[in-house]
């Protein structure tokens, strides 16, 4: 039997400053372990880039992948490959 975690580090959540944008940023990486005759041995894995929208949007903050956005949708601005996993920036639009 093996078992799979996902970590998810927030970095940034929520406005700097009035009157800005909210920003939410997260490390999204992960770790698994498998048994063996030798007993339970930890492996490497690293989430793909649909696996880390999809916890992006659970765990971090919803967001919308629509090529328009509407103007108070949350959007992912950017989405990088670090070691092990990913590193996902998610705005959402300031509105009064």
Partial sequence: MSR??????ILRSGQPRPYADRVYE?????????????????GTWTPSEAQAKVVA???V???????AP????????????????WRVVVVEPYCD
């Fill in 57 to 59: 949007r659970a765990f």
């Fill in 26 to 42: 997260a490390e999204i990486t992960g770790r698994i372990w498998w048994d063996s005759l030798t007993g339970e041995r930890e």
């Fill in 4 to 9: 799979l975690q996902i970590d998810v580090k």
């Fill in 61 to 67: 903050q919803p967001f919308s992948e629509d090529p």
């Fill in 70 to 85: 509407g103007a108070l949708d949350a959007r992912l601005k950017t989405i990088i490959h670090i070691p092990g996993g």
